[in-house]
């Protein structure tokens, strides 16, 4: 089994930054890419962006692209996602989650591994 966990929310003004990161740790070699999701008070569980551990291909939501950043450490099986230019639409719990089929998902029936997530709060 994996385990995600994740850190680095908090609650920052609008325009600043925050580097987000997911930790796994047991059979991390049996994920084929790693992704971001986030979910605001009442709303659904939306995607963020994803990477392949292998290649470090990556892929984005058309709200963030341009202003967050995914990216891996394989030696420390750990993700990041840099997050710039933060808006208050932006405020939501952060979970990381890991894939083990082939090709890049943005739905989240595709992860079967899920972290705790980690509150980001945005102030205008």
């Known amino acids: 089994q994996v385990q995600l966990v994740e850190s680095g929310g908090g609650l920052v003004q609008a325009g600043g930054s925050l580097r987000l990161s997911c930790a796994a740790s047991?059979?991390?070699?049996?994920?084929?890419?790693m992704a971001w999701f986030r979910q605001a008070p009442g709303k659904e569980r939306e995607f963020v962006a994803t990477?392949?551990?292998?290649?470090?291909?990556?892929y984005y939501a058309d709200s963030v692209k341009d202003r967050f950043t995914i990216s891996k450490d394989n030696a420390k099986n750990t993700v990041y996602l840099q997050m710039d230019s933060l808006k208050p639409e932006d405020t939501a719990v952060y979970y990381c989650?890991?894939?083990?089929?082939?090709?890049?998902?943005?739905?989240?029936?595709?992860?079967?591994?899920w972290g705790q997530g980690t509150q980001v709060t945005v102030s205008s």
């Open positions: 989650a890991g894939r083990y089929g082939i090709g890049m998902v943005t739905i989240t029936s595709g992860y079967a591994t």
């Open positions: 047991g059979r991390t070699f049996s994920h084929s890419s």
């Open positions: 990477i392949t551990w292998g290649a470090g291909s990556t």
